[in-house]
């Protein structure tokens, strides 16, 4: 199961990005000059934060496979489909903008919020899946 979704978030990603490519040369505007649609290759972790390339390559490999050990270790014998599918989420998108920037030294990032940063859907779902498992911990250490 695992591998699947892990496929299929991966396509849905690279789809997203060509879609990208090919319509958003021009800016496109969806809430006025706050949200807007524009393709970026942007070569900075998250939230634009600047990080010497070779240093950020080798903490991407670093996160991921920390991630996936401690959901090894911690996670999966819970057995619980909350905890499972936030992440299995949370790394079919880290693996593949992982990949993405060590083979590109770069993302493909399309959405830009003014004042604030660049990202694609690989970064807001693993954003939001990992509030939800915080939230979801919290909920039962209680």
Known sequence: MFYL???IWIILDLFTKYLANIYLQDQINIFGNLVY???VENPWIAFSIVIPLLLLKILTIILIFWIFLYYLKEEAKKKNLIIDLSFWLILAWAIWNGIERILNSRVIDFI???WFSVFNLADSFITIWAILYILYWLYYKK
């Open 5 to 7: 979704i892990l496929i």
């Open 37 to 39: 649609l524009k393709y």
């Open 112 to 114: 830009w919020v003014n």
